[in-house]
């Protein structure tokens, strides 16, 4: 089945270590996107790429890195300069032929820092 | 700024109709989009609306206002599984990107 896959589901770290979250898609989707959720909040954009080898920072991208080496592919790093980073992380990928609204997402990385 | 304003709770009875409003202040307006989450669950798309009118799919409604920055998702024939966050998007950015904004979403309650 086609779809996008994140890992892990559930992460634990320490203050200062940086923590990569893993990024999967196999829907042929030029577009892939990072997005943020806090408890009873929206989803808030941290990086998005249209392309291979391309991307572009969102709204919260400090603290944040990416990479889009491969088109299925697209990590997030959170680094330790990220100051309030236990949150919900969502990736989502789009078909960026035209511009439907569409978003399709994966199930999420719950990151907790202790 | 750019924001978008929902509801934050809506309670309602199973067989009754809601509806959860929202209201945008964004730079760029290309459509509007809405998405249900279940509780820890992935976002699901239910709607786009790139023009002015209503757009009707199975149970679910999606009307928008572009003149007055304003649009609604209805929900008919309520079910306890409709129990979920929903969440209006605004497509803020020309060209082909469906790079998103998000409402803070509305908390809905479906009572037996």
């Known amino acids: 089945d086609g779809g996008i896959t994140q890992s892990p589901k559930y992460l634990f770290r320490k203050e200062g270590q940086n923590v990569t979250l893993s990024c999967e898609q196999n829907?042929?989707?030029?577009?892939m996107y990072w997005y943020r959720q806090d408890p009873g909040q929206g989803l808030r954009l941290i990086y998005y790429?249209?392309?291979?080898?391309?991307?572009q920072k969102g709204d919260i991208a400090e603290g944040y890195s990416v990479s889009r080496e491969k088109k299925e592919s697209f990590p997030l790093t959170v680094t330790s300069a990220q100051k309030n980073p236990t949150a919900f992380y969502l990736c989502?990928?789009?078909?960026?032929?035209?511009?439907?609204?569409?978003?399709?997402f994966g199930e999420g990385s719950r990151l907790t820092v202790l | 700024g750019q924001s978008l304003e929902q509801p934050s709770e809506v309670t309602a009875v199973e067989g009754a109709i809601v509806q959860i409003n929202c209201t945008y202040q964004?730079?760029?307006?290309?459509?509007l989009s809405w998405y249900q989450q279940h509780d820890g669950g992935a976002p699901t798309f239910l709607s786009y609306?790139?023009?002015?009118g209503l757009e009707e799919t199975g149970r679910f409604s999606s009307f928008l206002s572009r003149s007055d920055s304003y649009g609604y998702l209805l929900l008919q024939e309520l079910q306890m599984k409709d129990s979920a966050s929903y969440f209006c998007?605004?497509?803020?950015?020309?060209?082909?990107?469906?790079?998103?904004?998000f409402g803070t979403g509305t908390l809905l309650a479906v009572q037996p």
């Open positions: 989502a990928s789009s078909s960026d032929r035209r511009g439907t609204g569409e978003l399709f």
């Open positions: 829907l042929n989707h030029d577009a």
């Open positions: 790429s249209q392309i291979v080898n391309d991307f």
């Open positions: 964004t730079s760029g307006f290309y459509g």
């Open positions: 609306n790139a023009l002015d």
């Open positions: 998007a605004v497509r803020a950015s020309s060209g082909a990107t469906n790079k998103l904004i």
